[in-house]
């Protein structure tokens, strides 16, 4: 069963940067993996999210253009570039992965589809 382990979160000033990893325990190759947050209070709502080759990519509109998604199959690890943060993107991130069809390559920000999910990192937005 594949698991997976987020890092890289923490306290960070609003404009500043942050470099999220999603390591898994098996191979992340085949797997459609999103990144998903929650704010206390809120629910957990996608971020981004990327295909098994990595060639598709999708993002949530109001973090098109600061965040970036990249995935590193040779690692065994998923990236989320976080610039220039704001107060609101405080919230704990998940990543979490979809197994799809044998032999697709797709890239989803529905929940749904996402079987494996990681415990999540704090990631806070604060001056």
């Known amino acids: 069963q594949l698991q997976l382990v987020e890092s890289g979160g923490g306290l960070v000033q609003p404009g500043g940067s942050l470099r999220l990893s999603c390591t898994a325990s098996?191979?992340?190759?085949?797997?459609?993996i999103g990144w998903f947050r929650q704010a206390p209070g809120k629910d957990r709502e996608a971020v981004s999210c990327?295909?098994?080759?990595?060639?598709?990519?999708d993002y949530v509109d109001f973090v098109k253009g600061r965040f970036i998604i990249s995935r590193d199959n040779a690692k065994n690890t998923i990236y989320l570039q976080m610039n220039s943060l704001k107060p609101e993107d405080t919230a704990v991130y998940y990543c979490?992965?979809?197994?799809?069809?044998?032999?697709?390559?797709?890239?989803?920000?529905?929940?749904?589809?996402?079987?494996?999910w990681g415990q999540g990192t704090q990631v806070t937005v604060s001056s």
């Open positions: 979490a992965a979809s197994e799809g069809p044998p032999y697709s390559d797709f890239a989803t920000l529905n929940l749904g589809p996402y079987n494996y």
């Open positions: 990327i295909s098994s080759s990595g060639g598709i990519t």
């Open positions: 098996g191979f992340t190759l085949g797997y459609t």
